[in-house]
């Protein structure tokens, strides 16, 4: 964010309080919940964590031996028993779990006992094809009801899952099958975008030919492609369901056992596999479902407009819903196809109640104009939440006028992957909020911000987020690399302290305002990407000597990637290669990760050390004022940068 987008942040004065008609029903309405969270951390995750169905009690509530943690240590029970089998038992058997709406405009609807029954067929085919306990399953799927279709499989015979998102490249489905030795992928024919057809078999080939690890690949029929096959090694997944028996007991798992693995931008090249585990998990999600979105399982449809690919699908879409038998609409494709009312028309057609997006998605449905959302009955809306990147005001205020009638409250969630479930947010029946802000840690978390060294800073203060107590959706480790886990998290302050890698601010209220990412790591559209992962992918393309990328402010996009490229040789830049090198990132890492900008340059600024100064990159990519550069050891270079950076 720029300085200027800070400054103003500050003087926003505008509050909201819950409207009295929202707060009376509110599932909490009593802000003594901070206190009583606060004073008993352990009890209050405890007494949700009894709103599961367990099949062993917990000996102990907390091991926290920093930085690892424990939660319902001995307890055991299975998720997809919790999110299916549980509620059928109760009688709601009948009651939609998912409106699933496909891109085309074909639809399905899924009762919790057709989806239990379907999920019971895959995991007997999943053990059938040889998978057990603690088998890492690859899932390459698109947003179709098969995807939390094989979550819910695996989870139900305690293998643990490795969802990639289906917009990634073969690369990334390698770099993942490998880190993770995983043997099974699940993938599709092909996938749905903006009216057109990925094909996506063709990518889990590719991958397939790049790794020997894959001995099995499911393959779902989505769009109907030719797509080629490897006898004995590719299966249809409806050819595997079929005749298969609906019943499957769910695996008793320990609280501690991985649920799944979900990959995401470092600092460094390589993505880090965020392990989160079963009892914790499963009740933060839970609980910070039913209270941020104020669920009523009996009257909401609600409507998480992520996907699946990342922690937002799997915390919001898939496992937090289900626990809660939230009714949810799941929706395939782009918000703009075929018109630019597409989610309007849902929300319409569906009765939406509860809406979760994110602020890249707010923007543009601002510049697309509000007669979109004017020319369809948003009525039932009386939630909204916003998530992914901080919240510009402008955005939080449309959103709030033009898609909530000024009725909905808003509420702005702040979390990561590693996180697992929602940790700073307004609780929608008592929270006065504020546009742009994320107020509040949930009951229970302990976020501080501090200093340089680590100490609180002061109300009006600024600094460094981190978060100190143990909550029991946290990750528990990264998969495979422990050492990583500890240097990246718990290093900066100490092993007890969580360090974010975010900056924020307090307000003179003390309310907590995120700033964006102080580390290498930008945020494009809500997606975290890191420079050196985009530096790699330009590196490894053969024309191109040296690389530096920088995120910069996008009005629309939040981060947009702004590249510099030396070429090797005297090879020259041109249009022409600018455009196969934003191509060659996209077919590295995927198209969210091709740079906005390229620019050639003769030279990268360095330090007398050769470090490449970065930070000057992103003011030039800016377009700010340089200070003093006179230290550098190639001081001409910069003017020269400019110089073609303003022509751009
Ligand atoms: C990073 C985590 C959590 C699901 C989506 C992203 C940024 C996330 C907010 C918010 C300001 C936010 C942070 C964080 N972020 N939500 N409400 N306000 N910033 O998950 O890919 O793990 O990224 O997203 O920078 O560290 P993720």
Request: with cysteine; charged share 25%; aromatic share 8%.
């Amino acid at each position: 964010m720029s300085d200027s987008a800070i400054e103003n942040l500050y003087s926003e004065a505008r509050v909201f309080p819950p409207p009295e008609e929202f707060a009376r029903q509110a599932n909490v309405s009593d802000p003594a919940v901070y206190e009583e969270a606060d004073e008993d951390w352990q009890g209050w995750w405890e007494q949700h964590a009894r709103a599961l169905r367990w099949m062993r009690d917990w000996d102990a509530t907390v091991e926290w031996s920093p930085p690892h943690v424990k939660w319902f240590v001995g307890g055991q029970l299975n998720v997809s028993d919790n999110c299916l089998d549980r509620h059928i038992d109760e009688g709601h058997g009948d009651q939609v779990a998912f409106h699933w709406e496909g891109e085309p405009g074909d639809a399905r609807d899924l009762t919790y006992r057709e989806l239990r029954d379907e999920v019971a067929r895959f995991a007997n085919a999943l053990k059938g094809l040889g998978v057990g306990k603690g088998d890492p399953v690859t899932i390459y799927l698109p947003m179709i009801p098969e995807l939390p279709v094989a979550m819910l499989a695996c989870a139900r015979i305690g293998a643990p899952h490795s969802v990639i998102f289906a917009g990634f490249s073969s690369q990334s489905v390698v770099d993942r099958v490998e880190d993770a030795d995983s043997h099974v992928l699940i993938t599709a024919d092909g996938a749905y975008r903006k009216g057109n057809v990925v094909a996506l078999k063709d990518n889990a080939d590719k991958a397939m030919n790049m790794t020997d690890l894959i001995e099995t690949c499911v393959v779902v029929g989505r769009t109907g492609e030719d797509v080629a096959w490897t006898e004995g090694r590719d299966h249809w997944y409806h050819e595997l369901i079929e005749g298969q028996s609906p019943d499957c007991p769910p695996e008793p798992m320990d609280a501690e056992d991985v649920l799944y693995i979900l990959y995401t931008s470092g600092t460094t090249g390589k993505p880090k596999g965020i392990v989160h585990t079963t009892g914790g998990y499963l009740t933060q999600v839970a609980v910070t479902h039913r209270l941020v979105f104020d669920l009523k399982a009996e009257s909401d449809v609600y409507w998480c407009a992520a996907d699946i690919g990342w922690v937002t699908g799997h915390s919001y879409i898939v496992y937090g819903p289900l626990a809660n038998r939230a009714t949810s609409v799941m929706y395939e494709g782009a918000p703009d196809h075929p018109g630019k009312d597409r989610f309007w028309e849902i929300v319409e057609k569906y009765g939406v109640s509860i809406l979760y997006t994110a602020p890249t998605a707010i923007r543009a449905f601002m510049k697309w104009g509000s007669e979109h959302p004017e020319a369809h009955d948003l009525s039932t809306l009386r939630l909204l939440g916003s998530v992914g990147e901080p919240i510009n005001p402008e955005a939080w205020m449309w959103y709030h006028e033009h898609i909530g009638g000024g009725r909905a409250p808003v509420v702005d969630t702040w979390w990561q992957t590693e996180t697992g479930g929602i940790m700073i947010t307004p609780l929608p029946g008592i929270t006065a909020t504020k546009p742009g802000s994320a107020m509040t840690p949930f009951p229970g978390v302990k976020a501080v911000v501090v200093d340089e060294e680590g100490k609180a800073v002061p109300p009006g203060g600024g600094g460094y987020l981190t978060l100190q107590r143990p909550w029991p959706g946290m990750l528990r480790t990264l998969w495979g690399d422990d050492e990583r886990y500890q240097q990246t998290y718990w290093s900066r302050f100490g092993p007890e302290i969580y360090f974010a890698g975010d900056g924020a601010k307090l307000d003179e209220d003390g309310h907590i305002w995120l700033l964006g990412r102080v580390d290498d790591v930008m945020n494009v559209s809500g997606h975290r990407i890191s420079t050196t992962e985009v530096e790699s992918a330009l590196v490894d393309h053969p024309l191109v000597a040296e690389a530096a990328v920088t995120g910069r402010s996008d009005p629309m996009t939040g981060q947009a990637i702004a590249a510099f490229v030396t070429l090797r040789g005297d090879r020259k830049g041109d249009d022409a290669l600018a455009a196969e090198l934003r191509e060659h990132v996209s077919e590295r890492i995927g198209k969210i990760a091709r740079p906005a900008n390229l620019l050639f340059t003769d030279d990268l600024p360095k330090t007398r050390s050769g470090k490449i100064m970065r930070r000057l990159l992103k003011d030039i990519a800016e377009g700010r004022e340089l200070g003093d550069v006179t230290t550098l050891a190639n001081a001409d270079i910069v003017s020269q940068i400019e110089a073609s950076s303003k022509e751009e």
